[in-house]
Nanobody, 122 residues
Framework: QVQLVESGGGLAQAGESPSLSCSASGIIFSYNVIGWYRQAPGKERELVAT????????YADSVRDRFTVSRNDAANIDALLQMTRVEPDDTAVYFC???????????????WGRGTQLTVSS
């Protein structure tokens, strides 16, 4: 089992640089992907950014030039989403996502955080 602990979010003004953190602990497999998805009111959940255990990253086009995802695997898996130049359209509940598998022949098992609200005012 994997536990996810999220922090960050809250209120920000347009143009500011808030950050989100997520820490994954428990039974960790060597190939894993951690990151964030977000869901705005009335919209579907969408990818924000993820980073895999091999360092490869994936970003939504809308945040690619403004957000940076990173990770530190020294103890647990600690991921950071550094946001810059946030906009009111970034207002959403941000969910930490973590998925892992022991090898390429097994499907991923995915875990979700409870979500944290980020509200950006203009």
């Amino acid at each position: 089992q994997v536990q996810l602990v999220e922090s960050g979010g809250g209120l920000a003004q347009a143009g500011e640089s808030p950050s989100l953190s997520c820490s994954a602990s428990g039974i960790i497999f060597s190939y894993n992907v951690i990151g964030w998805y977000r869901q705005a009111p009335g919209k579907e959940r969408e990818l924000v950014a993820t980073i895999a255990s091999d360092g490869s990253t994936n970003y939504a086009d809308s945040v690619r030039d403004r957000f940076t995802v990173s990770r530190n695997d020294a103890a647990n898996i600690d991921a950071l989403l550094q946001m810059t130049r946030v906009e009111p359209d970034d207002t959403a509940v941000y969910f930490c996502s973590y998925k892992q598998r022991p090898n390429e022949f097994v499907t991923f098992r995915e875990f979700w955080g409870r979500g944290t609200q980020l509200t950006v005012s203009s």
